[in-house]
């Protein structure tokens, strides 16, 4: 159980820092992200298995930049400008520990391990990878077109980017990572006492189960593979055709579950034979944004084994309430 609120009494008296006008400033300096983080911290609740985590990133999908795409930053995201006009005479995609976002990436990871001092973990951004980074990299509709008139070109620059994200991660890793090794990240509120990642492969709501099995199931089965513990992060009802696919990837820990904005939250009735389905296969599940009220009759479907609630709720009396409730369970 992961239960999130804001906190009766902040755990430090930190004050609001200054909103900065300039916006690469505000994402990218070093001690305003700190600032702003530990403000942060010092007044949410974490219950259960929830921690304190300075998420130390530049916007959801941060490995582009290290490797071709240039951020554009907005006051609550980043977006990614495209990089690869012509795939026929594009180079090869490497990842170079001096590319100047990567540093400031390592740059905010270095304040935030600096300042812990056991308050926090520092988490790994969320870098994204496989059909997603290329996506960001080349334009989501023209890449579409290229599982069609490039497949090889396809194909050979996922792999390259497998290569970046496992150079990227591994020098993160070895900055962030505790005494007793492990990582958090911080996106989906995940810990491993190892290499810990969430995966995704957004885009698959476009294309077929076919193309998902040729395009990207082989590289997310060597990040699987690689990583100690992995994530998948299933995006949406579109999205929901590759779940036998993943369910396959024997190397595969756990799968989450975010519905799209207009429908059923995550902690609903109509998510649980999904859920079955998955614990069913051996791996476990990532409930996102269950309501208080739903909790009980989840786990009295679905079982506590394997399940991992993640909760925001509205005061620090609700969120201990869903703690104990929980552990009934146990």
Known sequence: MCALSPKDKPWEDIPEP????????????PAYRLKRGEWQMSRGYFGGEAFPVFEAHIGPGSLGTF????PGFAPDTVWYHTCIDDPTTYPEIRFDPENYWFRVHMALLQWGVKNARGRYLVGVPDLIENIDTLSQMRDPQTLMM?????????????TQINRA??????RIYDLVK??????????FRLWGPGKTAKLQCDASAMFSTAMYEEFVVPALTE?????????????????????DSLLKIDALDAI???????????GDARWYPMYKKIIDAGKCVQAVGVRGEEIKPLLDACGADGMFILSWLGSESEARRAVDLVDKYR
Not at 19 to 27: C, E, K, N, V
């Open 256 to 266: 989450e579950w975010t519905p799209q904005s207009g429908i059923e939250g995550g």
């Open 165 to 170: 994200f496992f150079d990227a991660f591994d």
């Open 67 to 70: 490797i071709g795409s240039e």
């Open 223 to 243: 990040q699987c593979r690689w990583l100690d513990y992995s994530l998948y992060h299933l995006d949406g009802t579109q999205a929901m055709h590759h779940l």
């Open 178 to 187: 505790g005494i007793r090794g492990g990582n958090a990240w911080a996106a």
């Open 18 to 29: 200054a909103a900065i006008a300039d916006l690469q400033t505000r994402w990218c300096d």
């Open 146 to 158: 290229d599982l069609i008139e490039h497949p090889r070109w396809v194909k050979r620059s996922v």
